[in-house]
């Protein structure tokens, strides 16, 4: 029986780590502690139950099923999982979270020294996306050249920049917005949502399991465990670069009170700190973050589109690449507004599908749990996806009424309640077929 060592496992880790650590990971962390102010930790620890304590669930979800989203829509039915899992792939694939990322490292690592116009945009996103699929062609190679070369490079980079954060901050912890004055918990796990990694779990669980069976290991419960060691170790490294670039935003408000987003704070930071040869340490660092993503993104999609349909997983690969490259020239801030939205809809039901999986002993028949649940999470994140798009004259007066409705979380109750509801009916279901 074939078991890893000590460097292949953390080898693993660190290619899980790299999967994970992306454009939303980078950017949205500091906006957000620039906002929270004073209010920093408890916005930050309400930004890592969504950034790292569901997606490390998920991981741990995936590994206990053995298998893919597949395994964890099962209950469900074979449509509604299929339809379910094709909306999420599309959302951290080609549509939303991979053309992002070359934007991403583009206007943070490269923008300022050739200017943010279209034509070196479309030079670099081609040269990124053309790296992306020689990486992505041969996903059995991913543990050597992403865990063993570039996340170390990658780390020794965010070291120095996290680092810097904290022991060389640009000021003290400014002011609390308004927005973090009345809940700062609850805006912080809403924030959380941006980075999308709860969505990119569900798709990097079957990257992981493929790159450990790469590796010659066969005992479905050896995957398991390295899997879960492989998310534990990813969930610390996401954990130490979300506090720093938390602290980091807080304490720039002095130099950059006036940013819009965190590319602008984290930019306008570095070249406070290091001058121009700090600007080249963060392009190394974007680029390298984002890179990694976007490989891990695009052979994710590979392998289950091509299970899905009759198509190789080459050609898969290709298509997708080439389409992300057309949306990422649409350029960052249209990426953002449109898929802010579609993110509120859909991560309630990520949310819900992974909870349920992980409280899988409690059920007696899991599809008169699953389907009820799921449907009025459905329902629900769409009517918060509407009103967070500005459409909220189609959603109903009494939706916005619920609890937490204009956090974008009134699916919450509803869910709840559903759930209790299921729950009994399943158990009331299940003692009659026993007791005849």
Request: glycine letters at 12%.
């Given at each position: 029986?074939?078991?890893?060592?000590?460097?292949?496992?953390?080898?693993?880790?660190?290619?899980?780590?790299?999967?994970?650590?992306?454009?939303?990971?980078?950017?949205?962390?500091?906006?957000?502690?620039?906002?929270?102010?004073?209010?920093?930790?408890?916005?930050?620890?309400?930004?890592?139950?969504?950034?790292?304590?569901?997606?490390?669930?998920t991981v741990v979800a995936l590994a206990r099923v053995g298998g893919g989203m597949?395994?964890?829509?099962?209950?469900?039915?074979?449509?509604?999982?299929?339809?379910?899992?094709?909306?999420?792939?599309?959302?951290?694939?080609?549509?939303?979270?991979?053309?992002?990322?070359?934007?991403?490292?583009?206007?943070?690592?490269?923008?300022?020294?050739?200017?943010?116009?279209?034509?070196?945009?479309?030079?670099?996103?081609?040269?990124?996306?053309?790296?992306?699929l020689f990486l992505a062609v041969n996903p059995g190679q991913l543990v050597n050249?992403?865990?063993?070369?570039?996340?170390?490079?990658?780390?020794?980079?965010?070291?120095?920049?996290?680092?810097?954060?904290?022991?060389?901050?640009?000021?003290?912890?400014?002011?609390?917005?308004?927005?973090?004055?009345?809940?700062?918990?609850?805006?912080?796990?809403?924030?959380?949502?941006?980075?999308?990694?709860?969505?990119?779990?569900?798709?990097?669980?079957?990257?992981?399991?493929?790159?450990?069976?790469?590796?010659?290991?066969?005992?479905?419960?050896?995957?398991?465990?390295?899997?879960?060691?492989?998310?534990?170790?990813?969930?610390?490294?996401?954990?130490?670069?979300?506090?720093?670039?938390?602290?980091?935003?807080?304490?720039?408000?002095?130099?950059?009170?006036?940013?819009?987003?965190?590319?602008?704070?984290?930019?306008?930071?570095?070249?406070?700190?290091?001058?121009?040869?700090?600007?080249l340490l963060l392009a190394i660092v974007i680029t390298l973050a984002c890179l990694?993503?976007?490989?891990?993104?695009?052979?994710?999609?590979?392998?289950?589109?091509?299970?899905?349909?009759?198509?190789?997983?080459?050609?898969?690969?290709?298509?997708?690449?080439?389409?992300?490259?057309?949306?990422?020239?649409?350029?960052?801030?249209?990426?953002?507004?449109?898929?802010?939205?579609?993110?509120?809809?859909?991560?309630?039901?990520?949310?819900?599908?992974?909870?349920?999986?992980?409280?899988?002993?409690?059920?007696?028949?899991?599809?008169?749990?699953?389907?009820?649940?799921?449907?009025?999470?459905?329902?629900?994140?769409?009517?918060?996806?509407?009103?967070?798009?500005?459409?909220?004259?189609?959603?109903?007066?009494?939706?916005?009424?619920?609890?937490?409705?204009?956090?974008?979380?009134?699916?919450?109750?509803?869910?709840?309640?559903?759930?209790?509801?299921?729950?009994?009916?399943?158990?009331?279901?299940?003692?009659?077929?026993?007791?005849?």
């Amino acid at each position: 029986m074939t078991r890893l060592k000590g460097l292949d496992l953390l080898a693993l880790g660190f290619m899980t780590f790299a999967l994970f650590l992306g454009a939303g990971n980078i950017i949205f962390p500091p906006s957000a502690g620039m906002a929270a102010g004073q209010s920093l930790w408890f916005a930050a620890l309400g930004f890592l139950l969504t950034g790292v304590g569901l997606p490390l669930l998920t991981v741990v979800a995936l590994a206990r099923v053995g298998g893919g989203m597949d395994r964890l829509t099962a209950p469900l039915g074979r449509g509604a999982g299929t339809l379910l899992a094709v909306a999420v792939y599309l959302a951290i694939g080609p549509l939303f979270a991979t053309p992002r990322t070359a934007v991403v490292s583009f206007e943070m690592g490269i923008a300022p020294f050739t200017g943010n116009a279209a034509v070196p945009l479309f030079v670099y996103t081609a040269l990124f996306f053309s790296a992306t699929l020689f990486l992505a062609v041969n996903p059995g190679q991913l543990v050597n050249r992403v865990g063993k070369f570039i996340t170390p490079v990658l780390l020794a980079a965010l070291l120095v920049l996290g680092g810097a954060a904290v022991f060389a901050p640009a000021g003290d912890i400014g002011v609390t917005a308004e927005s973090y004055r009345s809940g700062p918990l609850l805006k912080g796990f809403l924030e959380g949502y941006l980075t999308m990694d709860t969505l990119g779990a569900l798709v990097f669980g079957i990257v992981i399991a493929t790159a450990i069976r790469d590796r010659g290991v066969s005992s479905p419960a050896l995957v398991t465990r390295y899997s879960m060691v492989a998310g534990a170790i990813a969930a610390l490294g996401l954990s130490l670069v979300y506090l720093a670039l938390f602290y980091l935003g807080a304490t720039s408000q002095g130099i950059a009170g006036e940013a819009q987003n965190g590319v602008q704070i984290l930019t306008t930071y570095v070249q406070h700190t290091f001058g121009t040869t700090g600007s080249l340490l963060l392009a190394i660092v974007i680029t390298l973050a984002c890179l990694t993503t976007a490989v891990g993104l695009t052979t994710a999609c590979g392998e289950f589109f091509s299970g899905l349909m009759p198509v190789g997983y080459r050609t898969v690969v290709v298509v997708f690449t080439l389409f992300s490259l057309l949306v990422a020239n649409q350029g960052l801030t249209q990426l953002i507004s449109v898929s802010v939205p579609v993110l509120v809809g859909l991560y309630p039901l990520a949310i819900m599908l992974v909870a349920l999986n992980l409280l899988d002993r409690c059920w007696v028949s899991p599809s008169r749990v699953f389907v009820p649940v799921m449907a009025v999470t459905l329902v629900f994140g769409v009517a918060d996806g509407l009103s967070a798009a500005g459409f909220t004259d189609l959603v109903p007066v009494l939706f916005t009424k619920l609890p937490l409705a204009a956090q974008s979380m009134g699916w919450l109750v509803p869910v709840l309640v559903t759930l209790v509801i299921a729950f009994a009916m399943d158990r009331l279901v299940g003692e009659r077929r026993l007791a005849t």
